[in-house]
């Protein structure tokens, strides 16, 4: 019967234990950075359908039909594709800021315990999640580079035509026009790179990452 009870209290200290670190207060914030990075997701899938219809936009503006619509078409999709920008630059900050949070308030977490096999096991999966977001931050830093020059050479673009919108303007701006259109091209696909990146370390984030 002592060893019955004895056995009952060992697991219900397990349990205890289980519990306590289910209601961190770094799995807390953990749970609003993945919440955040969703938001993030969502901003950028935004982002690359606003970008496809400004590369439309910029195909109809050199094939010579209905040139003052498009032109028209193409500032307004420039001018939300510049708003969304300004969203994901706010949001992306969040994350990071979140990220912050977390890993401190995960570190302070660890100091309080005793065996110091679980503090070196707790600390070496903290380092993992740093060197997971380094990663990823890393990766949106290059992009977000990449988005500001595309952006300043639509926004150029729709200052020239803005001045000076003609068929001879346009034949002027083909190559720039082309330019645009390929680092749009390129700026959709790298985009869907860093959307990949940011769903796995959503999952690890989580904790719901199976390896």
């Known amino acids: 019967m002592r060893d019955v009870l004895a056995s009952l209290g060992l697991i219900g200290l397990l349990l205890g234990t289980i519990v306590q670190a289910q209601n961190s207060d770094s799995l807390g914030i ?16 935004r982002a690359q359908k606003r970008l496809e219809y400004i590369m439309t936009n910029l195909n109809e503006l050199t094939d010579g039909n209905d040139k003052n619509n498009n032109f028209d078409n193409f500032k307004e999709n420039l001018e939300e594709l510049k708003s969304i920008r300004d969203d994901i630059k ?17 570190t302070k977490e660890v100091s309080g315990m005793n ?20 990663g990823l931050d890393k990766q949106m830093r290059e992009i977000g580079g990449d988005a500001n020059d595309l952006t300043g ?31 749009a091209r390129d700026m959709v696909k790298d985009v869907d790179g860093l959307r990949d990146t940011l769903y ?4 690890i984030v989580k904790g719901t990452n199976s390896q």
């Open 90 to 106: 706010d949001r992306v900050e969040k994350v990071r800021d979140l990220q912050g949070q977390r890993i401190a308030t995960w």
């Open 153 to 183: 050479l639509l926004d150029d673009l729709q200052k020239y035509f803005a001045s000076s919108f003609s068929s001879d303007s346009v034949n002027a701006a083909k190559d720039r026009i082309e330019k645009a259109k390929t680092s």
């Open 30 to 45: 953990a749970s609003d950075q993945a919440a955040s990075m969703d938001k993030l997701d969502q901003l950028m899938g």
């Open 115 to 134: 065996d110091k096999d679980m503090r070196k096991l707790t600390n070496d999966q903290i380092d993992k999640a740093k060197a997971d977001f380094d």
């Open 200 to 203: 796995k370390n959503k999952k």
